[in-house]
Nanobody, 125 residues
Framework: EVQLVESGGGVVQPGGSLRLSCEAS????????IGWFRQAPGTEREAVSC????????YYTNVAKGRFTISRDNAKKTVYLQMNSLKPEDTAVYYC??????????????????WGQGTQVTVSS
């Protein structure tokens, strides 16, 4: 059974940090492209970042550049999203998604086969 399990969400003040985790099971981890998406109420799901597990190449959208860092731990089959300098507009449910193999159209939610259940991130004073 394929599973992606996110964790690490929570409530943080503006300017704070959180680290999200996405643990994958039931897949060959080295073959994956894993993306992070987020969705706020009333908005479409938007891409945040992606990593090609095989070579560690990383990709970011403008919302993430300079503040978020994606990384992986192959031994733990886990991808992380370190989020710094958080803003109220970062409030959303964050999802990780996986595709085999990494796809250059990584911004598009529809190219991903597997999704996690999501973790809530709330940035509020």
């Amino acid at each position: 059974e394929v599973q992606l399990v996110e964790s690490g969400g929570g409530v943080v003040q503006p300017g704070g940090s959180l680290r999200l985790s996405c643990e994958a099971s039931g897949l060959s981890f080295d073959d994956l492209g894993i993306g992070w998406f987020r969705q706020a109420p009333g908005t479409e799901r938007e891409a945040v970042s992606c990593i090609a597990v095989s070579d560690g190449s990383t990709y970011y959208t403008n919302v993430a550049k300079g503040r978020f860092t994606i990384s992986r731990d192959n031994a733990k089959k886990t991808v992380y999203l370190q989020m710094n300098s958080l803003k109220p507009e970062d409030t959303a449910v964050y999802y990780c998604a996986a595709n085999v193999p990494w796809n250059p159209s990584w911004l598009l939610p529809e190219i991903y086969t597997y999704w996690g259940q999501g973790t809530q991130v709330t940035v509020s004073s």
